[in-house]
């Protein structure tokens, strides 16, 4: 079965980057037909899809998040990885990775980390 977890900081200060790691277990992230993409839900909203990347290694973005956002992956950890540069508090949700096939149905998600920016 595939597991996903996030791990990174919890609090981020303002016009830095925060770093968010997935790590997964029960499946490769290098197999054939699999996206990996992060989500995140701001406080009493909905969902906002930020990124992916699929086996070819070619990331796909949320176009209003291309300029500070970068998804990279390491595949001897199974992990891949979330980079979002210049955060203010509007970026303040709860920041999920997850997984989704051709169809783009998200079949596998992480429990979610909280993630605040502030000074």
């Known amino acids: 079965q595939v597991q996903l977890q996030e791990s990174g900081p919890g609090l981020v200060n303002p016009s830095q980057t925060l770093s968010l790691t997935c790590t997964v277990s029960g499946g490769s992230i290098k197999a054939h037909g699999y996206y990996w993409t992060w989500i995140r839900q701001f406080p009493g909203k909905g969902l906002e899809w930020m990124v992916a990347i699929g086996d070819s290694g070619r990331p796909e973005y949320n176009p209003s998040l291309k300029s500070r956002t970068s998804i990279s992956r390491d595949t001897s950890k199974n992990q891949f990885t979330l980079q979002l540069r210049s955060v203010t508090p509007e970026d303040t949700a709860v920041y999920y990775c997850?997984?989704?096939?051709?169809?783009?149905?998200?079949?596998?998600w992480g429990q979610g980390t909280q993630v605040t920016v502030s000074s």
């Open positions: 997850a997984r989704f096939r051709g169809n783009y149905i998200f079949e596998y």
